[in-house]
């Protein structure tokens, strides 16, 4: 890594940043030692713990990446060899800012949030890590975890002179390999402010009234995110080899070539950039890339080729378009990769799609400028540039309002409002074709039997960031189910498609992850010989973690015995299971059957007692109100599954679903087994009748005690 002498300017700072630490009655000598010991820290070499090894990391990339609109992709990766430099200088630019303003440096003393020295110098003894979770749990011990009582201080309040913990470091996500015990190769953090409700009082009644409102309006979102890995040889040379993306990188778009292109979809806007970037980037990077590796596969009017997505190797492209992704999602500018003894810090900048990354940190070695300093000045600098953004906004459109997040139901969400805001983005009826096709009105009937001659979906997401210019093909695995019949075994796959063997699948926003992956709303287009072609609203369950997928492998069997047997009766078409032709993803395409019981009662309430008069807490203990039409209905359909052997084993309110022509379904048999015993259904159904009647029950008290040891796996 390399160094730069301080100027003489940067040395005055560096005098000025000693100086303003004074003595006041409740700081000790010890209290005026410890911020020089955090800014020459350095963290010792980690090393993997006795008796475990490495995890072989395969690629972070996610099924998802491959959907980031055109707008906000990474288009091109930047190597700065004065970032490290700038960054740390930031520690002493503010001290001088806080010197100028007249405002000293805040005073270390009894009472603090501080994490004092010797707590650091334990956590460092703890160096011997197994994954992901112990590396980044170390990072917070011995680095984060003074950096986030100290930077707010400096970059948001100065004026209140004390040392209190306002911003959070928190886990978004992890990826583990299933061993006996999961071991996390992959931990993904962010970092943000709090809650302006639960910032310390005592801190926003002695700020200015402008500086408060900036943060009430920066609270409760994320500016940073991290991605820890755990020891690996993969991980480390994928860190190093970073540097090759400065000139090969190739921006990712997706080769499903050959079909008729949607125009449907919306470009989002591009959100702005601060003014003050964390680091000094030339003026001619930050232009517009223009790349030409960007455009669209070519479009044949006779067949489509649904081409892989990328190498399942762990790659240096993979990681960093994973990171971009959630960088993206986040609408974070930071993006830091830490391997354990190795790092890079990025920079995103929004309007010319480019990663601006950091030259190779060896963290055991980083003396100058020593990490402590350099990790400190970038949570200011990540703050600085939150407020400068929020500045540079002020007077201009605000962004769309991101899609609802799903309820503690996890079933089926409506909005509260009165009259939901429309998204544009759900127009599906305009698709290029020189015919100029139109929407027909269709029967199920008519629709099943063009359904399950499909043999390729074409995956959309038009939802958040996600706003797929180019579909991900997907082949049919298994034939569709319905009332009208049971569909043709699937067929061999091949290279090739007939666009009358395709169908569109456009997904809208997840309104539940539970326990097979995310639950979407969407929509099948089907497009006819003659130009025209039909649509159904869908539900789309989507899984790209393999227990997951093996779950919804297992629900399709146990929808396919229903349908087989035939239970005609208050069970949702299915109208395909398909594979991701890369192997990332595995979908099942099912009819819409309408609301919960259990969204249904908590509209109820919502209507009668409005917002405040439903608790936290209550929506989780939402019992159902249905009339005797209505348990008798979901009943006769609980005993068809039983004549068919089928044992549901999870009945809640959240698995009964009403649609508006009052007919019942009972759904999400992933946790059904196949069970010929009396006692047995007769167990679930009393446990069903007393659900119906107002009981409340949960996953695991749904589940009949006496089925341990008397079942038989669905067949396959």
């Given at each position: 890594?390399?160094t730069?002498?301080?100027?003489?300017d940067?040395?005055?700072r560096?005098?000025?940043?000693?100086q303003e630490?004074?003595?006041a009655?409740?700081?000790?000598?010890?209290?005026?030692?410890?911020?020089p010991?955090?800014?020459?820290?350095?963290?010792?070499?980690?090393?993997?713990s006795?008796g475990?090894?490495p995890p072989l990391?395969?690629?972070?990339?996610?099924?998802y990446?491959?959907?980031?609109?055109?707008?906000?992709k990474?288009n091109?990766?930047?190597?700065l060899?004065?970032?490290i430099?700038?960054?740390?200088?930031?520690?002493?630019s503010?001290?001088?800012?806080?010197?100028?303003?007249?405002?000293?440096?805040?005073?270390?003393g009894?009472g603090?949030?501080?994490y004092?020295?010797?707590s650091?110098?334990f956590?460092?003894?703890?160096?011997?890590v197994?994954?992901?979770?112990?590396?980044?749990?170390?990072?917070?011990?011995t680095?984060?975890?003074?950096?986030?009582v100290?930077?707010?201080?400096?970059?948001?309040?100065?004026?209140?002179?004390?040392?209190?913990?306002?911003?959070y470091?928190?886990?978004?996500?992890?990826?583990?390999?299933?061993?006996?015990v999961?071991r996390?190769d992959?931990?993904?953090?962010?970092?943000?402010?709090?809650?302006?409700?639960?910032?310390?009082?005592?801190?926003?009644?002695s700020?200015?009234?402008?500086?408060?409102d900036?943060?009430r309006q920066l609270?409760?979102?994320p500016?940073?995110?991290?991605?820890f890995?755990?020891l690996?040889?993969?991980?480390?040379e994928?860190?190093?080899?970073?540097?090759?993306?400065m000139?090969d990188?190739?921006p990712?778009?997706?080769?499903t070539?050959?079909?008729?292109?949607r125009t449907?979809g919306m470009?989002?806007?591009?959100?702005?950039?601060?003014s003050?970037?964390?680091?000094?980037?030339p003026?001619?990077l930050?232009?517009?890339?223009?790349?030409d590796?960007?455009?669209?596969?070519?479009?044949?009017?006779?067949?489509?080729?649904?081409?892989?997505?990328?190498?399942k190797?762990f790659?240096a492209?993979?990681?960093?378009q994973?990171?971009w992704?959630?960088?993206?999602l986040?609408d974070?500018?930071?993006?830091?990769?830490?391997?354990g003894?190795?790092?890079?810090?990025?920079?995103?900048?929004?309007?010319?799609?480019t990663?601006?990354?950091?030259?190779l940190?060896?963290?055991?070695?980083?003396?100058?400028?020593?990490?402590?300093k350099?990790?400190?000045?970038?949570?200011?600098?990540?703050?600085q540039?939150a407020?400068?953004?929020?500045?540079?906004?002020?007077g201009?459109p605000?962004?769309?309002?991101?899609?609802?997040?799903?309820t503690k139901?996890g079933?089926?969400?409506?909005?509260?409002?009165?009259?939901?805001?429309?998204?544009t983005?759900?127009?599906?009826n305009?698709?290029?074709?020189?015919?100029g096709?139109k929407?027909?009105?269709?029967?199920?009937?008519?629709?099943?039997n063009?359904?399950?001659?499909?043999?390729?979906g074409l995956v959309?997401l038009?939802?958040k960031?996600?706003?797929s210019?180019?579909?991900v093909?997907?082949?049919?695995d298994?034939?569709?189910?319905?009332?009208h019949?049971?569909?043709l075994?699937?067929?061999?796959?091949?290279q090739t498609y007939?666009?009358?063997?395709?169908?569109d699948?456009i997904?809208?926003?997840?309104?539940?992850?539970?326990?097979?992956?995310?639950v979407?709303?969407?929509?099948?287009?089907?497009?006819?010989?003659d130009?025209?072609?039909?649509?159904k609203?869908?539900?789309?369950?989507?899984?790209?973690?393999p227990?997951?997928?093996?779950?919804?492998?297992?629900e399709y069997?146990?929808y396919h015995?229903?349908w087989?047997?035939?239970?005609?009766?208050?069970?949702?078409?299915?109208?395909?299971?398909?594979?991701e032709?890369?192997?990332?993803?595995t979908f099942?395409?099912m009819?819409?059957g309408?609301?919960?019981?259990?969204?249904?009662?908590?509209?109820r309430k919502?209507?009668?007692q409005?917002?405040?008069?439903?608790k936290?807490?209550?929506v989780?203990?939402?019992r159902?109100?249905?009339?005797?039409?209505?348990?008798?209905?979901?009943?006769?359909?609980?005993k068809a599954?039983?004549?068919?052997?089928?044992?549901?084993r999870?009945i809640?309110p959240?698995?009964?679903?009403?649609?508006?022509e009052g007919?019942g379904?009972?759904?999400?048999?992933d946790r059904?087994?196949?069970?010929?015993?009396?006692?047995?259904?007769?167990?679930?159904?009393?446990?069903?009748?007393?659900?119906?009647d107002?009981?409340?029950?949960?996953?695991k008290?749904?589940?009949?005690?006496?089925?341990?040891?008397k079942?038989?796996?669905?067949?396959?």
């Open positions: 890594m390399p730069h002498p301080p100027s003489s940067e040395a005055s560096e005098a000025a940043l000693g630490v004074n003595s009655p409740s700081s000790t000598p010890e209290d005026q030692e410890e911020l010991k955090l800014l020459s820290f350095c963290p010792p070499a980690l090393t993997q006795p475990t090894n990391l395969k690629s972070f990339f996610d099924f990446d491959a959907h980031v609109d055109e707008h906000l990474l091109r990766v930047v190597v060899p004065g970032m430099h700038d960054i740390s200088e930031t520690v002493a503010t001290t001088m800012d806080l010197t100028t303003a007249g405002l000293p440096l805040p005073i270390l009894k603090d949030d501080w004092y020295s010797r650091r110098n956590a460092c003894l703890q160096n011997e197994a994954d992901a979770t112990a590396i980044s749990r170390f990072y917070y011990d680095v984060a975890h003074s950096c986030l100290a930077a707010p201080v400096w970059a948001l309040f100065p004026h209140f002179g004390r040392y209190r913990r306002s911003i470091f928190q886990r978004l996500y992890a990826a583990y390999v299933p061993f006996d999961p996390y992959l931990e993904v953090y962010s970092l943000g402010i709090a809650e302006f409700s639960r910032l310390p009082q005592e801190v926003m009644t700020i200015p009234r402008h500086v408060s900036e943060i609270s409760g979102k500016y940073a995110v991290w991605l890995t755990s690996s040889p993969e991980a480390e994928a860190i190093r080899d970073m540097d090759r993306l000139n990188f190739q990712f778009v997706c080769q070539s050959g079909h008729p292109r449907d470009h989002l806007p591009v959100p702005v950039d601060s003050r970037l964390p680091c000094h980037v003026e001619e930050l232009e517009i890339s223009q790349s590796t960007t455009a669209h596969p070519h479009h044949s009017a006779d067949y489509i080729l649904p081409n892989s997505l990328h190498s190797t790659s492209k993979d990681f960093v994973h990171a992704t959630q960088a993206v986040h974070s500018t930071v993006i830091v990769f830490n391997t003894n190795y790092e890079r810090i990025g920079i995103r900048h929004r309007k010319s799609q990663l601006f990354l950091s030259e940190i060896h963290i055991p070695s980083c003396k100058d400028p020593a990490y402590g350099l990790h400190l000045g970038l949570y200011i600098g990540i703050l540039d407020l400068g953004r929020l500045r540079k906004r002020h201009m605000q962004r769309p309002v991101p899609a609802a997040q799903p139901l079933k089926r969400p409506r909005s509260t409002s009165p009259e939901p805001p429309r998204n983005r759900q127009k599906l305009l698709i290029e074709d020189k015919k096709g929407p027909l009105a269709s029967n199920d009937e008519n629709f099943w063009e359904v399950n001659k499909r043999l390729l959309y038009r939802y960031v996600y706003n210019s180019t579909p093909a997907c082949k049919r298994r034939p569709s189910l319905s009332k019949g049971i569909g075994d699937h067929p061999e796959h091949r007939e666009i009358d063997e395709s169908m699948i997904l809208d926003a997840p309104f539940s992850c539970g326990a097979v992956g995310s979407h709303k969407g929509k099948v287009s089907l497009r006819l010989s130009g025209t072609y039909l649509e609203d869908v539900v789309v369950k989507l899984a790209t973690k227990k997951y997928r093996r779950r919804i492998r297992l069997d146990a015995l229903l087989s047997k035939p239970v005609r009766r208050g069970i949702l078409p299915i109208y395909g299971l398909f594979e032709c890369n192997d990332l993803a099942m395409v009819g819409n309408g609301t919960s019981l259990a969204q249904r009662e908590l509209d919502l209507q009668d409005g917002i405040a008069g439903v936290e807490g209550q989780s203990e939402t159902p109100i249905v009339t005797p039409k209505e348990r008798e209905m979901f009943v006769s359909i609980l599954c039983h004549r068919a052997e089928v044992c549901h999870d809640r959240e698995n009964l679903l009403i649609n508006s007919e379904f009972i759904i999400d048999f059904a087994l196949l069970i010929n015993s009396r006692g047995v259904h007769d167990e679930e159904m009393h446990q069903f009748k007393a659900c119906l107002g009981e409340c029950l949960t996953s008290s749904a589940q009949p005690k006496t089925a341990i040891g079942f038989k796996w669905l067949p396959q």
